[in-house]
């Protein structure tokens, strides 16, 4: 496992947030999945977790949060709080995770997935007083279902590309200048 | 080697930092804006926030509406497919422009008929009204919304009710100066206030997370048959009195119980929402009348008279139990 130098982690940033970032807001709406449609942010969060983790990761969750809570009409800061738990943990320690392989970044993703459609859900219940059944099975499931479906795609192009991914403009010697 | 000390990772050696310290103070942010979102709602330094982002994402939701609306029409593709090439190749640009001529046609007829039907139901219930273009869905899983065209600029505001040719959709439950979020009558959240169009029993229509509507608080002493149409009563100001939402389509009733299971069927589906009318105003015949509210109160009171008496004897038959024992 190796670390992606700033100009890559810039420029992954910043395509990572504009793909998502539209896709939340012009897709996600108009393709419902059931009672269900892809949170984009949760992707993108994840996504910045798992390629770099930490401090960088946190902020990534919570800022993805934010702009999921201001996209929806539920009570802002909820997603925000979730997204940065979620990011914590997916990015705790092991950075760009995405190199250990695409099982357990999906299964780690899913884990999530499921956490965070539902933990919404439940804050939900108690908040504006859904009902829990609809609100896990109606509502939950099939998020996390189309999210997880939503983020496969992201993580094949980032994995295939991930050689591509040069560690700095200098050059360095070995397997250094490379993620693998 | 340039790789960055930061993100150096296990090549560099440097202990990179966990993001301890940003989750606490995200976290309490969180929560913070949590709290503060719950108790003011959608007003406040927080709802101009998010009316201001709703301005500026507004173009991006149109184009996403207008990407995806060629996704309903893949299956028409498909289906060329097996087509034999030879006979396609010769007639391809004919049969191509001619059906596009034949669909932006049916898409202009389509779009007549349905102004038509909304200026019919704006004449026929008198109703003052802004005609709006559908741009979205929800954008989450939690809220049955749609999202408009029209906003602020447009003299539209929160609370506003909306329709569509069928009957009542929703009203408004955030407003921006060039869209507005509708709170459709699907949403758990969402409440109308209604009445059985024959035999005038008024009731709660609720939406649920199914995307099922129950008519609720209408008591079982009343006749209420499948079929009988659920009109808006007017109480609380908010919907004119006597707009269609739907037909009763189960009709359930518990031994004991005050009030009837009611389904509602709407006349309104959301797939299919693409106009839609806001009414601005509601003039005094549109409101519910004094005899409307003293109406509603009675049944009210009926009801809670019944459970009175159903106490009393409880009561009685307890105490009946106690003497003879």
Not at chain 1, 20 to 29: D, E, G
Not at chain 2, 80 to 98: C, F, G, H, K
Not at chain 2, 158 to 175: A, E, W
Not at chain 2, 244 to 273: C, F, K, M, T, W
């Amino acid at each position: 496992m190796q670390g992606i130098d700033k100009n890559t982690k810039r420029r992954l940033t910043l395509v990572l947030t504009l793909v998502c970032a539209v896709l939340q807001l012009a897709i996600a709406p108009n393709l419902p999945f059931f009672s269900g449609r892809a949170n984009f942010m949760l992707i993108l969060s994840a996504l910045m977790a798992q390629l770099f983790g930490g401090r960088y990761g946190t902020v990534a969750g919570f800022l993805s949060g934010l702009f999921f809570d201001f996209c929806s009409t539920s009570p802002l800061g909820l997603m925000a709080l979730l997204l940065t738990i979620s990011s914590y943990v997916l990015g705790y320690e092991v950075r760009n995770k995405l190199n250990d392989g695409t099982k357990v970044s999906i299964t780690q993703f899913s884990i999530a997935s499921f956490a965070v459609s539902g933990a919404y859900a439940l804050a939900l219940v108690m908040v504006e007083r859904a009902g829990f059944l609809e609100a896990i099975f109606m509502r939950a499931l099939p998020t996390a279902v189309i999210t997880i479906i939503c983020y496969l795609p992201f993580l094949m192009i980032l994995s295939r590309n991930r050689g591509g991914f040069t560690l700095s403009s200098s050059r360095g010697p070995g397997r250094s200048s490379r993620l693998h | 080697m340039a790789v960055s000390r930061e993100y150096g990772s296990g090549l560099s050696g440097a202990t990179p930092p966990t993001g301890g310290r940003a989750l606490i103070i995200l976290v309490v942010l969180s929560l913070s804006l949590f709290t503060m979102s719950v108790r003011s709602g959608d007003t406040g330094v927080l709802g101009a926030v998010r009316s201001g982002f709703s301005f500026v994402t507004t173009p991006f939701r149109i184009v996403g509406s207008a990407v995806t609306a060629p996704i309903y029409g893949l299956g028409n593709i498909f289906a060329n497919l097996t087509a034999d090439q030879a006979t396609l190749s010769e007639l391809r640009e004919e049969n191509d422009a001619l059906r596009q001529r034949n669909v932006e046609l049916e898409e202009q007829a389509l779009l007549a008929d349905r102004l038509t039907e909304l200026m019919e139901i704006q004449s026929t219930y008198n109703l003052q009204s802004v005609s709006a273009r559908v741009i979205s869905g929800s954008t989450d899983s939690w809220t049955s919304t749609i999202t408009i065209d029209k906003g602020s600029a447009a003299g539209l505001a929160v609370g506003m009710p909306v329709m569509d040719g069928s009957g009542v959709i929703g009203q408004i439950s955030s407003v921006s100066p060039n869209s507005a979020v509708v709170r459709l009558i699907f949403d758990e959240g969402s409440s109308v206030p209604v009445m059985i169009q024959s035999n005038r029993a008024q009731g709660m229509l609720n939406g649920s997370a199914g995307g099922g509507l129950s008519l609720d608080l209408v008591r079982s002493d009343l006749t209420v048959e499948i079929d009988d149409i659920v009109v808006t009563s007017g109480l609380g100001g908010v919907y004119p009195k006597g707009l269609p939402v739907g037909r009763v389509s189960v009709v359930g009733r518990n031994p004991g119980a005050l009030y009837l299971d009611i389904s509602v069927e709407a006349y309104s589906h959301v797939q299919s929402l693409e106009e839609v009318l806001v009414i601005t105003s509601l003039t005094d015949e549109q409101r519910a009348s004094a005899e409307d509210i003293e109406e509603a109160d009675a049944q009210e009171m009926s009801a809670i008279n019944d459970v009175a008496d159903v106490q009393v004897r409880e009561d009685e038959a307890a105490d009946d139990d106690g003497e003879s024992r």
